[in-house]
């Protein structure tokens, strides 16, 4: 039997204003539930699929979005599509890896049913389709074992604009015990939008950190599902061969407005890092002395040059900063002696209240080596 709370949201979907704001909804519902960042990133992937397909071959349909709690104990989030569309003529051959539609974030159904625990579709040539899925929060922690786990919370930050606080999606890293890795992430979206084109990856495997900083080109929610896009890839298919991952998103980007990034990938115990970057994206390792690297120009999905991977080394409490270009470059932590010591959120909050543009969306991540 499962039970359904009081948060829910049922709405109709028929434009892309309705698209955009019901993944705003399941994200805000999926916060609210309590699952972690990278879990919120997908539910949001997967409804804008799933809405996505509903205008471009329905036109119209019905989205609900609500929490739930079953008998076994497990707690989590429905989501129920439907249309009076042509429906799939294959719903087999429409479940294949690589059978995407054209439009959407480039998933397709495949992608979706990835992402979730539970997927059901039901549909029928020429009386519509209606898909379910459900993702839970104690499915998530069984599959994450001992690997780091993000936990999202929206936070007003101290800095302004215009006398309203400052909107920022924060993502704080909470390390297993045999991690050295401290990191934290926070994405600031543009004055006046409530998603951003600036998107951050953190995941620790095999006693490595992978890290990622995206920045859509533009912003609002044309970025936004552009930066959603590459989050998807890098989680599915990162691989410690970095030029090889930035390749992959290269091609997976292609048809959409492009993106810089920046890749990294360090084993705190051993105390060495990797890099590769196109476009704006940058990193730098504050320590007893900086060492800044530096991207290949271009843009992620259009054109780039072949990137070039860097090496870098690591001593303990040195900090590893990686952002976008709506964090101004003027900036040292030399300036700010203590916080180099601090936990890695202190140091990303601090970035960036402080150099945050108010014209563009804001990116940064920051990796500290606690050892």
Known sequence: ???????????????????????????????????????????????????????????????????????????????????????IADVEAALRDHFSSGGTLGLGLPGVKRMMDDFEIDSEPGRGTRVVIRKYTTAAERRRGKSTLLIAAQKAMAGRRLGRPLPAAVTVEQNDEDSAADCASIIQPFEGERVSGDAAVAEHRDGATFAAIIDALGHGPLAHRVALKAIQYLKASWSPDLVATIGGLHEALRGTEGAAAGLC????????????????????????????????????????????????????????????????????????????????????????????????????IVLRYAR
């Open 265 to 364: 990938l360090i084993d705190f115990n051993a105390g060495t890092g990797r890099y590769v970057g196109v476009g704006n994206t940058v990193i730098r390792v504050f320590g007893e002395q900086e060492n800044r690297l530096f991207s290949t120009p271009g843009t992620l999905g259009h054109q780039i040059r072949s990137p070039r991977e860097q090496s870098f080394s690591l001593q303990s409490d040195d900090v590893v900063v990686m952002y976008t270009d709506g964090i101004k470059e003027r900036f040292e932590l030399k300036d700010y002696p203590q916080l180099r010591f601090q936990k890695a959120e202190k140091v990303a909050r601090t970035i960036t209240e402080k150099f945050g543009k108010h014209h563009d969306d804001a990116g940064c």
């Open 1 to 87: 039997m499962t039970t359904v709370s009081k948060l829910s949201v049922r709405t109709r979907i028929g434009s892309e204003a309705d698209a955009t704001r019901s993944v705003i909804e399941a994200s805000r519902i999926a916060r609210e539930i309590g699952f972690p960042a990278n879990d919120v990133q997908s539910i949001s992937t997967a409804t804008s699929e799933l809405v996505r397909n509903i205008l471009k071959y329905a036109g119209t349909g019905n989205l609900s979005i609500k929490e739930i709690r079953t008998d076994d104990g497990r707690h989590g989030i429905e989501i129920a599509v439907n249309d009076r569309g042509p429906g």
